[in-house]
């Protein structure tokens, strides 16, 4: 089998990525979390903007990163799980949510939005 690309070179990505790049995909990631941020519902709204929180989008998957500033946050913010994980696989099926604890309080927790249906029967 050919390994020669099935595509034309001009729409294959670039060899090298350009400062240009980086800033296409850093609105991209900027735009997608808006949209995603007013889907949420009011008492979600108010979780997210009590934490830090971004999302990022590599080769493999769109991912919600959220960083607690304490414990109750974190705990509020796992317990809306699969709400955010509707939220999310209504842009893509391949997305995955990490929430980070407070420093010192543990290890992130990490689930893709594919995983999240046996997480809510484990609730």
């Known amino acids: 089998m050919s390994k020669l690309p099935l595509l034309p070179p001009d729409d294959l990505p670039p060899m090298e990525v350009t400062k240009q790049d ?29 934490c830090q929180w ?21 705990w509020h913010i796992v317990s809306k799980i699969p709400q955010l994980g509707n939220r999310l696989e209504r842009l893509t099926k391949d997305a995955k949510i990490r929430v980070y604890p407070p420093f010192g309080k543990g290890m992130p927790f990490e689930i893709g939005v594919n995983e999240i249906s046996a997480y809510r029967d484990w609730l």
């Open 22 to 50: 980086g800033m296409l995909q850093m609105e991209l990631e900027q735009s997608i979390g808006r949209y995603f941020y007013y889907g949420c519902d009011h008492i979600t709204q108010v979780l997210l903007s009590n």
């Open 54 to 74: 971004y999302m990022t989008k590599n080769s493999s998957a769109l991912m919600l990163i959220i960083d607690c500033p304490d414990i109750v946050s974190y």
